[in-house]
């Protein structure tokens, strides 16, 4: 193999760029996401323009952390909601789902702490480029 080749195969290896439809930003499809001291691995789905909505700085500025536990909840993962116990601290971080009555967005990790809560949904980009609850 030649440079040439090489350069070409090199070419051929690094990922795709993609300019983000709603926030602008250049980016790759797949790579990782940071928050609150949590990196994971994402892929983005392709939207209607052949792109993907947000960069995956802006997809890791969407991530929560768990009402319950305090671990983050990123784009794309299922979410609980649940009611607080009635001697329960509601963190400041926590996520209100509704306010009355207090309803506040949990993970689906099985060692959270909160109980009997099933899956409501999922953590998805919003429209302000908040995260919101999609059921
Ligand atoms: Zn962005
Ligand atoms: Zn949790």
Redesign the pocket.
């Known amino acids: 193999m030649n440079l040439r080749d090489l350069l070409i195969n090199l070419g051929r290896l690094s990922p795709r760029r993609y300019t983000a439809t709603k926030c602008g930003h250049r980016t790759k499809r797949t790579g990782r996401v940071s928050a609150f001291g949590r990196t994971i691995t994402t892929k983005m789905p392709i939207n209607e323009n052949g792109s993907v909505d947000y960069c995956l700085d802006c997809i890791g500025k969407m991530a929560i952390r768990?009402a319950?536990?305090?671990?983050p909840i990123f784009i794309g993962k299922a979410v609980t909601i649940g009611l607080p116990a009635d001697d329960f601290k509601v963190p400041k971080y926590a996520v209100a789902y509704k306010k009355n009555p207090p309803q506040f967005v949990?993970?689906l990790?099985w060692k959270?702490?909160?109980v009997g809560a099933g899956r409501a949904g999922f953590w998805m980009p919003g429209k302000n480029g908040k995260g919101y609850v999609e059921r």
């Open positions: 768990c319950w536990c305090g671990n949990g993970c990790s959270c702490a909160d």
